[in-house]
């Protein structure tokens, strides 16, 4: 039996194989980064650069604070004042998914009980993100992302 030779297509195959294989790996995880990419934040960055200061010092003016948290199948959120006292709002939207990608986002519609803002949620375990945006009577907004994390 004759013994078999390691030629320069041998080493070619391995070459193009290997180079091959990480370059493929590559294009793969690029395209799972772009496709699950939620897209842009504003639609104007200079213009919402232009605004950011005026905005700032608005919402520090109304002296709030917001946390979330989950209880008993609820999404709770706490918007309270400088003296944490509990804050009614007079309009509050809130957007509530994942940090990686937008497949579970959802808009719930939250009710205030006096305390806090709740809506029915099962939320899977993971790191969440609940951005909300509040305004208060005179239209002054109070936005805020706030991250939250569900043990399993």
Not at 29 to 36: E, G, Q
Not at 92 to 108: K, M, N, Q, W
Request: proline share 3%; no cysteine; net charge negative.
């Amino acid at each position: 039996m004759a013994e078999r030779q390691f030629t320069g297509k041998h080493a070619l195959a391995v070459f193009v194989g290997f180079f091959g294989v990480i370059i493929a790996v590559n294009l793969f995880l690029a395209y799972s980064a772009v496709k699950t990419f939620p897209g842009l934040e504003v639609k104007n960055g200079y213009i919402a650069s232009q605004q950011f200061n005026d905005r700032l010092h608005e919402q520090q003016a109304l002296g709030w604070d917001a946390w979330a948290e989950t209880k008993g199948g609820l999404l709770i959120v706490h918007i309270t004042d400088e003296k944490g006292v509990p804050v009614q709002v007079a309009e509050l939207e809130a957007v509530v998914g994942r940090a990686t990608h937008i497949r579970d986002d959802f808009s719930p519609d939250f009710s205030f009980d006096g305390v806090a803002y709740t809506t029915p949620a099962t939320l899977g375990t993971g790191n969440w993100n609940v951005r909300i945006v509040a305004r208060n009577a005179e239209g002054s907004e109070f936005s805020r992302r706030i991250p939250l994390h569900v043990k399993g």
